[in-house]
């Protein structure tokens, strides 16, 4: 038996608002996307770390403004006009740093979504992001941010309890802080927990403890 592949099961991804949990960390941004309607020229940047939840709040956009979502770096291969008669959640564009195409790309997409809604996904604000381009880069600053903060311990709890729970797996009460003090600190990494565990005492025919979880952390960090 491996636990690599434990690992390596695929995680299927679910952006629906009921597991979207709010805590202090996401609320400043999860209040934002709320009030879509109300951004100024109708465009905000959403920046946060990875695994912060970024992804999850552009789909929950998408859904609620009938928006297209695309990657950044796909901007320079995609028809802009027609993009840009709807709204668009443009994602990663602090990847786009030091490409003209996608750059252009996106100055045109700006000036073009003007009272259709667009929202835009970084990892950090714009002055970050390497841009060459600087018409792009003064549009872009002068857009509104909300911030994304690293999920919290109250937030990492409520996502672990729910995907035990979404597994039919009772855990002892113990094993939640135990995990949420020694795991990286992202709703992915939470999902991929949460699969290594079920997948290794399934194939050992253990209970899920924290003396197994103990193994499978020290596998995974080993590795």
């Known amino acids: 038996m491996s636990r690599q592949l434990a690992f390596d099961l695929p995680a299927q991804a679910a952006y629906r608002r009921a597991d979207f949990y709010p805590s202090p960390a996401n609320a400043e941004a999860l209040a934002a996307i709320a009030r879509w309607r109300d951004w100024p020229s109708g465009r905000l940047v959403l920046i946060g770390p990875a695994g912060a939840g970024k992804t999850h709040l552009m789909h929950l956009w998408a859904e609620a403004?009938?928006?297209?979502?695309?990657?950044?770096?796909?901007l320079a291969g995609a028809d802009l006009p027609a993009l840009a008669t709807a709204?668009?959640?443009?994602?990663?564009?602090?990847?786009?740093g030091g490409d003209p195409g996608a750059e252009k790309a996106l100055f045109h997409l700006h000036n073009m979504s003007a009272g259709q809604g667009l929202l835009i996904s970084a990892a950090t604000p714009p002055r970050d992001w390497g841009l060459?381009?600087?018409?792009?880069?003064?549009?872009?600053?002068?857009?509104?941010?909300?911030?994304?903060?690293?999920?919290?311990?109250?937030?990492?709890?409520?996502?672990?309890?729910?995907?035990?729970?979404?597994?039919?797996?009772?855990?002892?009460?113990?094993?939640?802080?135990?995990?949420?003090?020694?795991?990286?600190?992202?709703?992915?990494?939470?999902?991929?927990?949460?699969?290594?565990?079920?997948?290794?005492?399934?194939?050992?025919?253990?209970p899920i403890t924290r003396a197994l979880a103990a193994e499978v952390l020290d596998s995974d960090s080993s590795e």
């Open 65 to 74: 403004a009938g928006a297209q979502i695309i990657a950044a770096r796909d």
């Open 87 to 96: 709204p668009v959640a443009v994602e990663d564009a602090d990847q786009i």
């Open 132 to 206: 060459g381009l600087p018409d792009l880069l003064s549009r872009m600053q002068a857009l509104g941010i909300a911030s994304l903060l690293p999920p919290d311990d109250a937030l990492l709890s409520a996502v672990l309890v729910k995907m035990f729970a979404d597994r039919q797996i009772v855990v002892p009460p113990n094993l939640i802080p135990y995990l949420v003090q020694r795991m990286d600190r992202s709703i992915a990494a939470a999902r991929a927990l949460v699969a290594a565990l079920d997948a290794t005492a399934l194939a050992l025919g253990r």
